[in-house]
């Protein structure tokens, strides 16, 4: 009887196929991918400063920095490069000093990575590293292209174009789906909009086949 209501309530509220939550659970699944791959915290930098309490000379201080680097990657891959951003005090004469460091820097993040609304979708900035236009931290997708793009076996697979595709639509998919964004809607929506919608066909699978090749450099796997 239990198991009865259980299943009625299930399929009132919280229907989602064995294929939409297999789906979100592969897109989790990046998430942990991102986490072991990067190290974060990886940057720092020394710069002379200006002593505002005039008892000693100017002096050089480090600055840890939060920058993105692929782990045990021959030549190093950065996602994120953080740039120190200082304070300034302007003197009389009109000389400008940096404040000290410890209270008085911002930083900017700047990276290589570029977006396309064509085919492959994702590339490295042969320009080199530019201040970035969207949060880098919070976008998944563009962890993990990354990931891709600076991958030493990407460069001599023969599905570099399929690999892009797949994340590209893996992406917008999940952008979609009600079982990520339906929280605080009301109790009818899922049922009168979402409950007869399906994947389209090999979603799934080609998400998996994208982990696989992150996971193992191999293409020819699957």
Known sequence: MLQN????YNDNKFHFSAEILSFITLWSILNEIQECYYKKGAGSS????YNPGGTGPNVFI????NDWKIKNQTPESFYI???PIFDEKVEPSGARKRLNTRGNYRTEIYGNIKLSPNSPFFEIDAAGYKKAVVNLRQKLFLQIAYLLLAKVAFKSSSKKVEYLKILKASNDERNKLYITHGEGLNSNFHASTEKSKVLPNNRT???FKLITFLLTGNDRII
């Open 5 to 8: 209501i259980q299943s009625t």
């Open 81 to 83: 490069i953080e740039k």
């Open 62 to 65: 480090p600055i840890d920095l």
């Open 46 to 49: 020394a710069t002379k400063v």
């Open 205 to 207: 699978l080609n998400l």
